[in-house]
Each structure stands twice: as C-alpha cells, then as structure tokens.
C-alpha cells in the first residue's frame, strides 16, 4: 500500500493559516549591495556578506586555482581520505588569526555547534545556555545527555542562579552567542568570563555574526573584549563575514584532537572542497591586508542605524551591523518586508516563533559595500512604507 502524503498539505496549511508561510527568494546576480531577487533589483539589506567577500577578487581566484590543482570535490571524510594539505593550513591559519593553539574547520557553524557540544558535555555534566542562542547550539545541547538549564538572555543574576545550583555536576559549560543574530545585541562576556571562573565553569562563545566583524581585523568577541586565554571554547563562522562557508572551532589541542575522534558531523561527513578550504584562507588574508572594509562596515553602521532611529522607528538594543526594525505583530513585519521590496529594499521580515510573540521585525543588514547612495535610498523606502502601514505615524525628524 502507497503511503499517501496529503499529511504534508495539513501541515502546510496550518503555517498558511498563521500568515507564516514562505517562499524562497530567488537570487540571480552575485550576492552584493545591489542584487536581483526575484527578477527585481533591490538594495540588499538580508546577506551576510558584511565586508563584501563573496565576490572579493582574491577568493575567487583562489577557489579556482584550488579547483585546477585538486578538483571539485575531497571525496572523503576528513577521517580517512579527505585531509587535505589545504585543510591542515588553513586550520594553522585560524589558530594564528585567533591567536589559540589550535583550530579545527567543520563543515558549516552549524555542524560546528552540533558537533562539539555533546563532546564537551555529557552525563553528568550540565550546560548553561543563554535563552536566545543560536538552533544550532540548542540542536547541539538536544544531541547530549548532559543536564541543561537556560538563564534569561543577558541577564547576570540568571546565570549566576544557574551557575549555584549546578555545583554538584561534573562539568560546568556556559554556552553564549556573541553577537544575538536577531537583536544584534552583544553578549556580556566579560561578565560570563568573571561568573564562570567564579564558579569553575568552562565558556563557549560562538561569534559566527562576530567573525570578521569585532575584534582587531575581525578577530571576533574574545578579542574585542580582551578576553585571550579566558574563553576556553571559541566557535567561529566562515560563511558570513567570510564569505565563503564552514563553521571553526578556535581553542587548545587536547580538545581538538577529542574533536576529530568525537564530534559526529566532522567524522561522519565529507570534507570541504578544496575551492572552499582555498577561499577561507584568501579571506583571512582579505581581513588582515584590508581592515578598511570594517571600518565601512562600522561607519555604515552608524550612519543607517541613526537613520532608523530618527524616522522614529524601533530598532531595540542593537550593538553591532543587524539592525532590526521591531513591528509587534507578524502580519506586520511581512507587510512592512513586502512594501519594502516593492518600493526596492531587501529587508528580511521575522516572527514568532524565530523570535518571542509580538516582537516580530523586518531585519536589516548593513554592509561594508553599501553607499550613502544605498542607505540614503533605504532610509527614504522605511519612511514611506512605515507611514503608509501606520507603523510612523508623527513625521520624520530627519
Ligand atoms: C549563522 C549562525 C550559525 C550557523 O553558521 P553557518 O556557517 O551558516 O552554518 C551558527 N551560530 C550562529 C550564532 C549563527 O548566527
């Protein structure tokens, strides 16, 4: 007897019924400032791509070289053919950028936190987790048997009850983003680091919107906040900032060499490409040999988040490039994202559950690639759309 799939189409109307259902949007130009989406060009304000290196002359050279002397694929796991000679320097390239002992490349940051998390904590252990990280750090805690306990996000008091009534466990791991991908807050780290040490705990920080980003040349949250030496376990993107893809771990030896007979994804899922691996290590050259492209990134920044806040509009407690545009209701974050794109602004609208019940937003992106033409342009296209929604009633300050 055919299984009959018509469960599909129910689950598919519920996301309908509730305003949630989407459509992908369907790129065709390279990832840039300016891109077309759906046929429509667009000032992109929903990449990544924060300093422009998806199309950075030097990475595309380099994924094509790799590509001419190794090919297009490694054809292994990293755990019995698929090391490469590229993989092994580029991981010597990340420690030295991170200025740890070691480094260990994974197929995504996704994988990355899957992965490492149940090697660092298992039965008996307990892991602390800030309320608003990442899936992938709350898919890494479901895949332990670890015990697990949520303090609300940012909040010191929280974790430090957390971190008093795990005293009895093993071992003590407190999980944070560093940079919040949805407020673009900033996680409080010197306060974790001093918290943690008070009470024996390890800290893992996964900077994956913080790479390439804070920190000198990019070099992420421990270094923004000072913090060497004090963050046991670093977790890194290189698919945003950098561009290109995969996920990094950043910290000492012992713990790598656990990884690389322990962590699932990395010993049970091919290697990357040598294109990729080639690119990754271009882009950390990018970040060293061209720091101006974070201070665009930074004076952009600025500039289109003081543009939001003078129309009047509620951009919350951001600190970094992510500026959300806070609506309320999910309906009317997607109407505010759909009269944006209309009127030529890529701007990303997200609600429950991404983010708590009547938070819902329209997410922007800045980048180091964007003109005052550009941001001048969205700032115009958030005014007119927000008016006519009735989200801006008073006028504009600007
Ligand atoms: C984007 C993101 C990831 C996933 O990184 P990929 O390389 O895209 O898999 C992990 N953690 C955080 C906090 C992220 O924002």
Not at 148 to 169: C, T, V
Not at 253 to 262: A, F, P, S, T, Y
Not at 265 to 275: A, D, E, G, I
Request: net charge negative; hydrophobic share 40%; charged share 25%.
């Amino acid at each position: 007897m055919t299984m009959n799939m018509e469960w599909a189409d129910t689950e598919l109307n519920g996301l309908r019924e509730k305003g949630i259902f989407r459509t992908l949007r369907d790129l065709q130009t390279p990832q840039e400032a300016r891109a077309v989406f759906d046929g429509r060009e667009v000032i992109n304000l929903s990449s990544n791509n924060y300093l422009g290196l998806t199309t950075h002359p030097e990475l595309i050279q380099a994924a094509v070289d790799a590509t001419e002397k190794y090919g297009a694929g490694s054809g292994s796991v990293r755990t019995i053919a698929g090391t490469m000679d590229l993989h092994e320097q580029l991981e010597r390239k990340l420690a030295d950028f991170k200025h740890t002992e070691a480094a260990l490349v994974f197929q995504s940051g996704f994988t990355c936190n899957s992965g490492i998390i149940p090697v660092v904590v298992e039965e008996g252990d307990v892991i602390l987790s800030d309320e608003l990280n990442h899936a992938s750090i709350i898919d890494g805690i479901r895949l332990t048997k670890a015990a697990r306990k949520i303090w609300k996000h940012a909040d010191m008091d929280s974790l430090e009850s957390a971190l008093k009534e795990s005293q009895g466990f093993r071992r003590r791991l407190v999980v944070s983003d560093g940079v919040f991908s949805m407020d673009g807050d900033v996680a409080r780290l010197p306060d974790i680091v001093d918290l943690a040490e008070r009470y024996g705990a390890m800290v893992y920080v996964d900077d994956a919107h913080a790479s390439g980003v804070f920190g000198e040349n990019g070099r992420g949250t421990v270094d923004h906040f000072g913090l060497h030496g004090r963050v046991q376990i670093q977790v890194g993107t290189l698919s945003k900032a950098l561009g290109s893809l995969g996920g990094y771990y950043a910290g000492p030896q012992n713990l790598k060499d656990l990884l690389i007979h322990r962590a699932r994804p990395f010993l049970f899922s091919t290697s990357h490409p040598p294109s990729v691996t080639a690119a990754c290590m271009a882009a950390i050259d990018v970040l060293l040999q061209e720091p101006e492209r974070i201070q665009r990134l930074w004076d952009n920044t600025g500039y289109f988040k003081t543009g939001l806040k003078n129309l009047g509009l509620n951009t919350g407690v951001s600190e970094s490039p992510i500026t959300p545009v806070i609506v309320g209701e999910g309906r009317k974050a997607m109407d505010l994202s759909d009269g944006l794109f209309a009127a030529g602004v890529f701007a990303q609208g997200i609600g429950y559950p991404t983010v708590a019940e009547g938070k819902a937003r329209v997410r922007t992106i800045v980048t180091s690639e964007h003109t005052r033409a550009d941001l001048d342009e969205a700032l115009r296209a958030f005014e007119q759309v927000s008016k006519s929604l009735g989200i801006l009633s008073q006028p504009a300050t600007v």
